[in-house]
Every structure is written in C-alpha cells, then in structure tokens.
C-alpha cells in the first residue's frame, strides 16, 4: 500500500541531497564524448558538453586531434553555448547534438568516423582528488598487443588565486611480452601553462581501433566564476 508519508520523507531526503551536492560542488561538471577516429589512426576527435552553473546554458566543445603531431588540426576547435538556460531534467547534450550537426563538414574533411571509437585500456574511479593535485602514477594493460603501460603524469602548479598557472606532462614506460621496455619520457607539452587550472588527473586511457595509437583523457579542475569546473582534455601518442 503506498504510504503518503513515506513518500513525503523521502522526497525531503531528495531534497536535501540535491542542496548538500550543490553545495559541495557549484561549479558545472562536463560531460567527455568520444567522436572517433580517422580511418588511418591519424585523427581523433572528441567533445565536451556541460550546463553553465551561473545561467543554466547548454554548451559544448568540439575538437580535432592530429595524433603523431599530438596538436589540434587547423580550425579543429569549435564551441557553442546557447543563448537560453535548460529546463529541468536536460544536460546539455542538445548542445553538444546541435554543434556536431553544424560542423559535419569538418569531421568528413579530416575523415572521422564516429564508429571508429577508441577501445578502453584505463578507466579511473572515482578517489582521493589529492592525487590530482599531486600526480599519479596508474597501470594498464593492452590486451591486445600484450603491451603492459606504467604512466605517471606530473604536475606543476604556480601561483595561487587570479595568477594561478600550471602545466603537466606524461612520462610512459612500455613493457613488451618479451620483457623489452621502450619510454616515452614526455608526452605532452609542459610548457604550456594553463591560466585557473588546479590540478589534472587521467581520466581514462584508450588505444586506437587502426595503429594502437594512445590517447589519454585529462580532467582538469579549473577555477571558475562559480566554484569548480570540471573539463577535459587529451594527449595523443602515435606508436
């Protein structure tokens, strides 16, 4: 029998939950979206979509990667926010649907295929964030190859506040079957600093479907208006 104050109680809790998590994190948290791969291995393509935590406006990010360069293709960087807040139970991915739509042409140019999605070699659990801040040291597997990775990504935050600055780089140890071992000692480019950025943290770690090229996923916290952004970002390496 359905009980009427049960159901009052339990939405209080709902309630309740919703404002402490609100409260513990105001900033907007984006969505990673895996596009795919060029049928070469060559170009990867990838977006990120979210809700603006001040005006409740859908946004995404479309970007381009040229692997063996590790750098965006030319004009492979595209963004739309809309121009009216979401209503409730939305996430942004109307956004996210409507940028794809309007930039097919750049993904037929460079060849992409949505269907050539990258195959998950690393997928992160939810911890502790002070190994973001920190860096992290993880291990994986390419069953495929029969390759086994060890990754450390390490970070280099300066200033603090307004001024806030960093940058971090990868350093990759590859252990073939026969027990050979080849290191990538940076990839990435730590000259890069990124202004409000506070610390990385691999995400997730994917091989190409064609060449066994990686790709590393990187979520950032980034410092915004609102508290906390969530944001992401990747690191090619062409094998």
């Known amino acids: 029998m359905f009980d009427k104050n049960h159901s009052h109680v339990l939405s209080m809790i709902c309630v309740s939950f919703f404002l402490y998590a609100s409260s513990v994190w105001a900033g907007d948290i984006a969505s ?3 596009l795919g791969f060029s049928q070469d291995g060559k170009i990867y393509m990838f977006a990120q979509y979210g809700v603006q935590a001040g005006t409740l406006k859908p946004w995404a990010d479309l970007f381009i990667v040229d692997v063996p360069k590790n750098e965006f293709v030319t004009g ?3 963004s ?5 807040p979401v209503i409730a139970g939305q996430d942004g991915s109307g956004a996210l649907y409507r940028l794809i739509a309007r930039n097919a042409a750049l993904a037929e140019r460079y060849g992409v295929s949505y269907l050539l999605q990258g195959h998950p070699l690393y997928i992160a659990i939810d911890g502790d964030v002070s190994a973001a801040i920190l860096g992290e040291t993880i291990e994986f597997r390419d069953f495929g190859s029969k390759n086994y990775y ?3 990504l390490v970070p280099r935050v300066e200033g603090s506040g307004s001024n806030l600055t960093s940058s971090f780089y990868i350093a990759l140890e590859q252990t073939g079957l026969d027990g050979s071992k080849k290191t990538y000692p940076q990839v990435g480019n730590p000259q890069i600093k990124r202004p409000l950025i506070s610390s990385y943290r691999i995400r997730k770690v994917m091989v190409a479907p064609r060449d066994g090229s990686i790709i ?3 979520e950032m916290r980034r410092q915004g208006p609102d508290g906390v952004d969530i944001r992401y970002m990747v690191e090619a390496l062409h094998l």
Do not use: L, N, T, W
């Open 80 to 84: 739309f926010v809309h121009d009216m």
């Open 76 to 78: 492979g960087k595209v």
């Open 150 to 152: 060890r990754a450390q």
């Open 32 to 34: 990673y979206v895996d």
């Open 216 to 218: 590393f996923v990187i």
